[in-house]
């Protein structure tokens, strides 16, 4: 497995979680990464995405100003900060790799790790 997710859990509506992302080496340099969710019953859909520098970040309408994607690219590492969560936010995690720039779409990503859960309850 290249990537793996993980961080996932049970919260409450209006708390926090992060959500982490370990991948290999070679899976992560000079890749794009990004940030998917899939709800029961639904298409897997884009959260953020972010450059391998860092420098540029991209969000979907439904979690910007709540949700914050990053990484340390000397552990491997992607992150994602959410807050202020909603039910609406309750899905399967997924982090995926790319060649740069980070895009939006899921057949942009070739690199894919198993989800993390995350529910949220009202």
């Known amino acids: 497995v290249q990537l793996q997710a993980s961080g996932g859990g049970s919260v409450q509506a209006g708390g926090s979680l992060t959500l982490s992302c370990r991948a290999s080496e070679r899976t992560f340099s000079n890749n794009a990464i990004g940030w998917f969710r899939q709800a029961p019953g639904k298409e897997r859909e884009f959260v953020a995405s972010i450059s391998w520098s860092g420098r540029s970040t991209y969000y979907a309408d439904s979690v910007k100003g709540r949700f914050t994607i990053s990484r340390h690219n000397a552990k491997n590492t992607l992150y994602l900060q959410m807050n202020s969560l909603k039910p609406e936010d309750t899905a399967v995690y997924f982090c995926?790799?790319?060649?740069?720039?980070?895009?939006?779409?899921?057949?942009?990503?070739?690199?894919w790790g198993r989800g993390t859960l995350v529910t949220v309850s009202s």
């Open positions: 995926a790799a790319g060649a740069e720039p980070p895009r939006a779409g899921v057949d942009d990503y070739d690199y």
